[in-house]
């Protein structure tokens, strides 16, 4: 384990340009919970803060020659962490877009298999489909909206002209309106 440096932070630079990677590792140990503790306080829901800490510290190994002498190295880590923050976020915004536009082919595309494999699924998928077409208009635009669209309640607000709330409730109305529906239909059918 490395002990922490008395060493001016610029002779420990000095001598990890000259080649001494044994210096870097007393300048992680100098400035890595500092760092750690700025990159969780900054690093975006689901994001991976010890992975962001580790590629800032090798990106700074790796540019350590573009370091100036005389300058401020704390400033100059930390601006190499929020580039790596940036990335982090626009990551974890990729992998959302990809998880939102996935599920819903995925979880139909399943939906289709187990309704292949299990005789019961597929009355009550009819039932929703046959219960899904009474319902038509505005009424139907909002559940389209929400769950084939997947739009954010605030968007299918404006869209609609209403509020979020009366959104949020005529949604809840429409759900119960549709399982009122299915469980019609299935007592119909046994």
């Given at each position: 384990?490395?002990?922490?440096?008395?060493?001016?932070?610029?002779?420990?630079?000095?001598?990890?340009?000259?080649?001494?990677?044994?210096?870097?590792?007393?300048?992680?140990?100098?400035?890595?919970?500092?760092?750690?503790?700025?990159?969780?306080?900054?690093?975006?829901?689901?994001?991976?803060?010890?992975?962001?800490?580790?590629?800032?510290?090798?990106?700074?190994?790796?540019?350590?020659?573009?370091?100036?002498?005389?300058?401020?190295?704390?400033?100059?880590?930390?601006?190499?962490?929020?580039?790596?923050?940036?990335?982090?976020?626009?990551?974890?915004?990729?992998?959302?877009?990809?998880?939102?536009?996935?599920?819903?082919?995925?979880?139909?595309?399943?939906?289709e298999r187990r309704a292949a494999a299990d005789p019961e699924v597929?009355?009550?998928?009819?039932?929703?489909?046959?219960?899904?077409?009474?319902?038509?208009?505005?009424?139907?635009?909002?559940?389209t909206w929400r769950y084939t669209d997947d739009l954010p309640l605030?968007?299918?607000?404006?869209?609609?002209?209403?509020?979020?709330?009366?959104?949020?409730?005529?949604?809840?109305?429409?759900?119960?309106?549709?399982?009122?529906?299915?469980?019609a239909r299935a007592q119909v059918r046994s």
């Amino acid at each position: 384990m490395v002990q922490p440096t008395t060493e001016p932070i610029e002779a420990l630079i000095e001598r990890l340009k000259a080649g001494d990677a044994d210096a870097f590792a007393e300048v992680i140990c100098a400035y890595e919970w500092p760092l750690r503790t700025w990159i969780v306080a900054n690093c975006p829901p689901g994001g991976d803060a010890d992975d962001v800490a580790q590629r800032t510290f090798i990106e700074v190994f790796r540019g350590i020659g573009r370091y100036q002498p005389g300058t401020d190295f704390a400033a100059w880590l930390y601006t190499v962490a929020r580039y790596q923050l940036l990335a982090e976020s626009t990551r974890v915004r990729r992998i959302a877009d990809y998880h939102r536009r996935y599920a819903p082919a995925a979880l139909s595309a399943e939906l289709e298999r187990r309704a292949a494999a299990d005789p019961e699924v597929s009355p009550q998928l009819d039932h929703l489909r046959a219960c899904l077409e009474s319902i038509a208009g505005p009424a139907r635009d909002l559940l389209t909206w929400r769950y084939t669209d997947d739009l954010p309640l605030i968007e299918i607000a404006e869209r609609a002209g209403r509020s979020v709330a009366a959104v949020k409730k005529q949604l809840f109305l429409l759900r119960g309106r549709l399982h009122d529906c299915m469980v019609a239909r299935a007592q119909v059918r046994s």
